[in-house]
């Protein structure tokens, strides 16, 4: 079916370190992809997003790839802080008609 | 802006009571919003698709008739776990999508509910 996966499941950095979170889809159809971040006990937070018709997109300290050649995505945290711990999910918008499929998370862990 | 609150943040009840857990959009009309499960250490699972003014829309295998959803206002959607049981323990999301819902516009989510059935 469908589905949306990680390469890695965990990922330890050090502080100050760039991160980078990578993300395969499958779904060609897919033309919206998002990056949540979800911190222990609470929901996801946006954090950047990219249409189809870009390959890249900037935000604070945050990049977004999109390969669409090998249906690829990730994201690029730059001078990594404890703060940015969490599960990192990437989302598309597939054929849905407005819902999104979720990637499995990666756990994102900043060693001081 | 985009801000999802959700109420309440943790229940604990006893098996065979029902619990509603309400979605608000705090600062924009929410035409969409979503219902989310989460168990520990997985991604989120959509549970259902609810739509101001009209019923809701299930994904294959969740049981409508257990998991009740209303969205009467463009600013609030509820659910509601009827006859909890302990295996509905777990951690409900919403999200709330404005202009729509399109495809091309990112969810805000809620700050989730804890449900423990004991």
């Known amino acids: 079916g469908e589905s949306v996966g990680l390469h890695l499941p965990t990922l330890s950095v050090q502080e100050g370190d760039n991160s980078i979170i990578n993300c395969a889809y499958s779904?060609?159809?897919?033309?919206?992809f998002i990056w949540y971040k979800q911190e222990s006990g609470k929901g996801p937070q946006f954090i950047i997003d990219i249409r189809s018709n870009m390959d890249k997109r900037q935000g604070q300290r945050v990049t977004v790839l999109l390969n669409k050649t090998v249906k690829h995505l990730s994201l690029q945290i730059a001078a990594t802080q404890p703060g940015d711990s969490a599960v990192y999910f990437c989302?598309?918008?597939?054929?849905?008609?407005?819902?999104?499929?979720f990637g499995q998370g990666t756990e994102l862990s900043v060693k001081p | 802006g985009a801000v999802v609150s959700q109420h309440p943040s943790r229940v604990i009840c006893k098996s065979g009571t029902s619990v509603k857990i309400e979605c608000r959009s705090l600062d924009f009309q929410a035409t969409t919003m979503f219902w989310y499960r989460q168990f520990p250490k997985q991604s989120l699972m959509l549970m259902a698709t609810s739509n101001e003014g009209s019923k809701a829309t299930y994904e294959q295998g969740v049981e409508k008739d257990k998991f009740l959803i209303n969205h009467a206002s463009l600013t609030l959607s509820t659910l509601t776990v009827t006859s909890a049981h302990p295996e509905d323990s777990s951690f409900y999301i919403c999200?709330?999508?404005?202009?729509?819902?399109?495809?091309?516009?990112?969810?805000?989510f809620g700050d989730g509910t804890r449900l423990s059935i004991l």
């Open positions: 779904n060609s159809a897919s033309d919206y």
């Open positions: 989302a598309e918008n597939g054929d849905q008609g407005g819902k999104l499929i």
């Open positions: 999200s709330a999508s404005g202009e729509g819902g399109y495809s091309n516009q990112p969810q805000h």
